[in-house]
């Protein structure tokens, strides 16, 4: 009788053991079985960032793709800062070549106070032959059919040092594009009293006065107006 028993407790645990073997390997109600790698790696795929697309970098040198404006300088004589910034602003997008127009004796704040008759730059401009010595040169000139030349207005007129500038190069037939600043005049006859300064066979198309806030899509409009072979960006 008891061997009887005894077997009958054994089969009973081991149905009891084989029953447990096979519920572990199904989830428990409320748990997500894990993903297989497979399935993992597709969602770190499209987690992973979108690489940036050729439009984004159509537009940058002819190495790059980009149409730039190897022809172009953007020449400019600023005093006080506010043509440089500009002059930059149209290179930045025009792609052209920058050139500073610097003066061998540089202007102090007394060479610029307009209200003392006997400051140098009040001299100079009651002076039409006066024409202050520029510091170096443009490199490789020839290269540039097209010349934005920015100044400040000073007494109505394009500071003396442009005349210099003027008349240091041949510009025989460039596009000179003259833009200025001014706390309130307009460029008035200053681009229109450089054109005898220049070769006859010159291209001058309309100068602008260029407020110092303009926004790029204005500075954009504007040298799109222009109808320069440039695509302004």
Known sequence: MKKILSFIWACSMVFAVTACGSQGSVPAPGITAPASSQETGKEVQ???????????????????????????????????????????????VTGGDLYEIVPEIPYSSEDLNYSDN??????????????????????????YGTIFLGYPIWWGEAPRIIDTFMESYDFSGKTIVPFCTSGGSGIGASARNLHDLAAPDVTWLDGERLSSDISHEEMVSWIDGLSLDVMAR
Do not use: C, H, M
């Open 46 to 92: 499209q987690t992973e960032p979108l690489q940036s697309g050729s439009g984004e970098n159509a537009s940058v040198t002819e190495e790059n793709g980009r149409e730039a404006g190897p022809d172009i300088l953007v020449a400019y004589f600023s005093a006080t800062g506010t043509t440089k910034t500009l002059a930059g602003y149209i290179s930045e």
């Open 118 to 143: 006997n400051s140098r730059s009040t001299r100079e401009q009651n002076d039409e032959g006066a024409r202050p010595v520029i510091s170096g040169s443009v490199e490789d000139k020839d290269q």
